[in-house]
């Protein structure tokens, strides 16, 4: 028999969320993004549960080519663009869309020969620095783009670094990029999960939802159900240990938490091989048969200990979520000093996953 433990797919849930995003921007046409696997999800499933999607963005070659054999006629955004000559003709012949952030790519599409046109977003970096050209230099690269053969079309683009953050927001960067983008006459997409939320003017042509598809919270501070979000994966396992501890005690590895009292723990299969973030601390929320708890000690590589001093329906065999349906990712999250995307990400390859 196998471990007991599980993550759960609801299509239903990407599919309704986003339906959300939709509807916080109207006139927009919305990228569902689906790198990283469809965040832990599984592209295909996220794919499959988005027939009606106007998009999808990613950065894998090989993942964007597979969902164009599938059968997705759709635009395909290439958010990285690409690292290579061959990798714009494969864009080319597979109708893939291109992001274009640095001067070697502006240079392949200039002098290489093409089967056809490739559409092209032309990212920049408006404060972020991360990817992109400088936003002055706007105006000179749209006019390389209009002049090449290669281009199909042109659209504008950025990434906001404070979205998120009410203090900091996006004004700064928002008026770099208006200031370059001015008097070209190009379609745009600048909104992330947190800006489609809570800044509709930079709606614009397109929106980028992430982490906000699966049903996670772009914000700190906001839950994902305060923003009309379902949680899309659970991630579920069972007690298959019970040990009573008493005053003095302690539980796992180094010894990090001990007894001041007498208890009941539970013993969860669930540990850091399986994605479970080893650094979550002691009171971390853990659900028990229906019931919240908390995390005790240290979490193992394929074990983590659990309170049951106060469930005395818990025994060997209670179902247990480590976070999803009931318990929100972001709060697993915030106890580890991490974020929700990094949990979807990084669920292992050894965990079954079912779609429900």
């Known amino acids: 028999m196998s471990r007991p433990i599980q993550v759960l797919i609801n299509p239903a849930a990407i599919a309704g969320n986003y339906q959300r995003i939709k509807a916080l921007a109207p006139q927009s046409r919305a990228y569902a993004v689906v790198k990283a696997n469809g965040y832990g999800h599984g592209l295909e499933r996220v794919v499959t549960a988005l027939p009606d999607a106007d998009g999808f963005a990613l950065l894998e070659f090989g993942r964007a080519i597979a969902l164009r054999e599938a059968g ?23 109708d893939l869309t291109v992001a274009v952030h640095e001067e070697r790519a502006l240079v392949w599409l ?18 972020m620095n991360r990817l992109g050209f400088v936003a002055e230099t706007a105006p000179a690269v749209v006019a390389r783009l209009r002049a090449c053969a290669n281009v199909a079309s042109i659209t504008l683009m950025t990434h906001f670094a ?52 699966y049903g996670a919270s772009p914000f ?8 009309g ?39 969860v299969a669930c540990g850091y091989a399986d994605g479970y973030p080893r650094h979550a601390p002691t009171g971390t929320p853990v659900i028990v048969a229906g019931e919240r708890t908390r995390l005790l000690g240290r979490v193992s590589m394929d074990m983590l200990a659990v309170d049951l001093s106060h469930l005395s329906q818990a025994q060997i065999g209670s179902p247990v979520e480590l976070w999803g349906k009931s318990l929100p990712i972001d709060e697993v999250a915030a106890m580890a000093d991490t974020i929700g995307y990094e949990l979807m990400c990084a669920v292992a390859a050894r965990v079954p996953v079912k779609t429900i």
Do not use: C
Not at 73 to 89: A, K, N, T
Not at 111 to 126: D, E, G
Not at 194 to 207: G, K, M, N, S
């Open 72 to 94: 997705v006629r759709q635009p395909i955004l290439m958010l990285e663009g690409v690292f290579s000559p061959d990798e714009l003709l494969l864009a080319s012949q597979h």
């Open 110 to 127: 200039e002098t290489r020969s093409l089967p056809k046109p490739v559409h092209i977003y032309l990212k920049l970096n408006t404060g």
């Open 162 to 213: 404070t979205a998120d953050d009410p203090e900091r927001g996006i004004a700064s960067q928002l008026a770099r990029f208006d200031a370059a983008a001015e008097g070209l006459g190009l379609p745009m997409t600048l909104a992330n999960s947190a800006a489609t939320f809570d800044y509709p003017e930079v709606h614009r042509d397109w929106v980028r939802p992430g982490v906000a598809l």
């Open 220 to 227: 700190a501070h906001r839950s994902a159900a305060s923003l």
């Open 229 to 267: 979000l379902v949680a899309a994966m659970t991630l579920k396992s069972e007690i298959i240990g019970v040990q009573t501890i008493h005053p003095g005690d302690s539980v796992g590895y180094g010894a990090t938490f001990s007894a001041t009292e007498t208890m009941r723990i539970g013993i």
